[in-house]
C-alpha cells in the first residue's frame, strides 16, 4: 500500500480563514516531502518542501510543519484566497532517490467566498 | 520560457490501438520522469530517463508500455494494445538533475480514454 496518506479528502474554508492540510506517511526512513497544487485540468505544482532534518518552513502565506515522532506532515495556507482552491498533494521521497516520489490520494480544498 | 510540453493534451484510442504520449522537458532538463494519475488518486511514479537512459523503471506495467529519452527530442511513452484500464491522466516532469526534485516542473498532462 501507500506510505503517503491524507486524513481527509475534502476541506472546505471561508475566504480569509487559514486552511490546514494533514498527511500520515509510514517510513521513517523518508528523508525529504513536498506539497503540491493541482488545479483540475492541470499539472501538480510545487509549494513547498521539507527536509527531515527540519521541523517547520515557510513560505509565502504557506507554512509546513513535520513532526517526525508521529509522522506527520501539515500544510498551512494563511488567509484563504478562493485561488486556493485546487486538491492538495504531499508527496514523499523514499530513500532520497531523487525523481522517485510517493504521492498521497489528495485533498480538495474548497474556499468559499 | 516555455515549461515542459506535453501533446496531445487529449487522446482518445479504441481498445487495441497505440498510444504515443510525447513530454518535451523544459530547456536545460535532461531528467524526465512520467507518472499517471486515475481519477480520484495520486499520481503514480511509471518511469526516470536521463538522455537515451531508462535510470528507474519499476513504476512500469511489465507488458504493453514502454518509455524513451533520444538524444534528440521529446521523450515518448508508449502503450501498446490499450486497454480500458489505462484510461489516465499521464504527466510529465522533468528536473535539471535528480537531486533537484523541488526544481521539477510538471506538465499539463495528457488525458488518455480508451473507449
Known amino acids: 500500500g501507500e506510505s503517503v496518506g491524507l486524513h481527509l479528502p475534502t476541506l472546505s474554508v471561508q475566504e480569509g480563514d487559514n486552511s490546514i492540510i494533514n498527511c500520515a506517511y509510514s517510513n521513517s526512513a523518508s528523508d525529504y516531502f513536498i506539497w503540491y497544487k493541482q488545479e483540475s485540468g492541470k499539472g501538480p505544482q510545487f509549494i513547498i518542501d521539507?527536509?527531515?532534518?527540519?521541523d517547520k518552513r515557510q513560505g509565502q502565506r504557506v507554512t509546513v510543519l513535520l513532526n517526525k515522532t508521529v509522522k506527520h506532515l501539515s500544510l498551512q495556507i494563511a488567509a484563504t484566497q478562493p485561488g486556493d482552491s485546487a486538491v492538495y498533494f504531499c508527496?514523499?521521497?523514499?530513500?532520497?532517490?531523487?525523481?522517485?516520489?510517493?504521492f498521497g490520494q489528495g485533498t480538495e480544498l474548497s474556499v468559499k467566498p | 520560457n516555455a515549461g515542459v510540453m506535453q501533446n496531445p493534451r487529449h487522446l482518445v484510442r479504441r481498445r487495441g490501438q497505440e498510444a504515443r504520449l510525447r513530454c518535451s522537458p523544459v530547456k536545460g532538463h535532461s531528467h524526465v520522469y512520467w507518472y499517471r494519475q486515475l481519477p480520484e488518486e495520486g499520481l503514480k511514479f511509471m518511469v526516470y530517463l536521463q538522455k537515451e537512459n531508462i535510470i528507474d523503471e519499476s513504476g512500469m506495467p511489465k507488458e504493453r508500455f514502454s518509455a524513451e529519452f533520444p538524444k534528440e527530442g521529446p521523450s515518448i511513452l508508449r502503450i501498446q494494445q490499450v486497454v480500458r484500464g489505462d484510461s489516465a491522466a499521464y504527466f510529465c516532469a522533468s528536473s535539471p538533475d535528480r537531486k533537484s526534485i523541488s526544481e521539477a516542473f510538471f506538465g499539463q498532462g495528457t488525458r488518455l480514454t480508451v473507449v
Open positions: 508527496a514523499e521521497d523514499l530513500y532520497n532517490q531523487g525523481g522517485k516520489l510517493i
Open positions: 521539507i527536509r527531515s532534518n527540519m
